[in-house]
Nanobody
């Protein structure tokens, strides 16, 4: 099981970035997946989650209305569209996957599979 995150970089406040997470090693459409982030000196926190079908999503209050999580099961890829970025969005962003046939959750301990992280930096 491998998750490979990409798409991070530097953006100005108010700008946009799109993260991708390519998954291999298991049938992607059996798994709920999510994005978390970790800023320096802080705990890793939930950002957004999506169920296996893509029909059910959940967001942290801090990103609701600005970020959009989606998935393409045919490409085994998870996305995070980040708009109206703020300096406080600066963090390393991680994609994560649940075990098969379990619902999405905002609790990081519920995700046994993690990608390596991609840095997002938002300048003011």
């Amino acid at each position: 099981v491998q998750l490979q995150a990409s798409g991070g970089g530097l953006a100005e406040a108010g700008g946009s970035l799109r993260l991708s997470c390519t998954v291999s090693g298991f049938p992607f459409d059996d798994f709920a997946v999510a994005w978390f982030r970790q800023a320096p000196g802080k705990e890793r926190e939930f950002v957004a989650a999506i169920d296996w079908s893509g029909l059910s999503t959940d967001y942290a209050d801090s990103v609701k209305g600005r970020f959009t999580i989606s998935r393409d099961n045919a490409k085994s890829t998870l996305y995070l569209q980040m708009d109206t970025l703020k300096p406080e969005d600066t963090a390393v962003y991680y994609c994560a996957a649940r075990t098969p046939d379990t619902p999405a959750t905002k609790y990081k301990l519920g995700y046994p599979y993690w990608g390596q992280g991609t840095q997002v930096t938002v300048s003011s």
